[in-house]
């Protein structure tokens, strides 16, 4: 069955600290990944994605993401974290042909001053 | 451009009763989508329309749940009789294709009492 996985539900780092979320997904067909964001009171940014090509995406606010095909993930990093970075975040994954979408359940990161 | 825009922000409503949630597209987008998020699970798919047309409504609940697109440019989502497991987070998405990634709103907290 087609699934993502983020196994974090809170991360909690201080602000300057580098930063790795978590995604792992179980998918027949070639993935497109997907991470986004929920700030709190605004909907879902997209902040990078990934269909084809180099395996290390860059994203918007300094965001990157590694596609490792072996280990089945695209973990999301960040080299030094903001305060306004707090938020939660989601993976998701897609495939060549079809508009559907399978979320993970989500990771909340908390930044301490 | 104008982002995908969803009304009301919150509705409390009591079981039984009817709620219609509206969704406005970012113009020019003919792909829609509405997922769902129930508290601390994963977001996930109800339905798409391509222009007016529903082309994949896998994910719909049960039949409580309706959803038009009038004239391929908003879209309603009614529930009715609404039920307690109904209280969720309801976003809506636009994009013009798959490849790009999904535009969200800001979603619509269903609460059902």
């Known amino acids: 069955a087609q699934s993502v996985t983020q196994p974090d539900i809170h991360i909690t780092v201080s602000e300057g600290a580098s930063l790795e979320l978590r995604c792992n997904y179980s998918y027949g067909a070639t993935p497109y990944l997907f991470w986004y964001v929920q700030s709190p009171g605004q909907g879902l940014q997209l902040l990078l994605k990934?269909?084809?090509?180099?395996?290390l995406v860059q994203g918007i606010k300094g965001f990157e993401a590694e596609f490792k095909r072996s280990q089945s993930s695209f973990n999301l990093r960040k080299p030094s974290v903001h305060w306004s970075d707090a938020a939660e975040y989601f993976c998701?994954?897609?495939?060549?042909?079809?508009?559907?979408?399978?979320f993970g359940t989500g990771t909340r990161l908390k930044v301490l001053a | 451009e104008a982002g995908v825009t969803q009304f009301p922000s919150h509705s409390v409503i009591e079981k039984g009763q009817t709620v219609t949630l509206r969704c406005d597209p970012i113009s020019g987008h003919d792909n829609l989508y509405w997922y769902r998020r129930v508290m601390g699970k994963e977001i996930k798919f109800l339905l798409h329309f391509v222009k007016e047309s529903k082309q994949d409504e896998s994910g719909m609940p049960n039949n409580r749940f309706l959803a038009e697109r009038t004239g391929g440019t908003y879209s309603t989502l009614k529930v009715q009789p609404a039920e307690l497991e109904d209280s969720g987070v309801y976003f809506c998405a636009s994009s013009q294709d798959y490849r790009g990634g999904y535009t969200f709103g800001s979603g619509t907290r269903l609460t059902v009492v």
């Open positions: 998701a994954v897609g495939a060549s042909g079809t508009y559907k979408y399978i």
């Open positions: 990934y269909f084809s090509g180099d395996t």
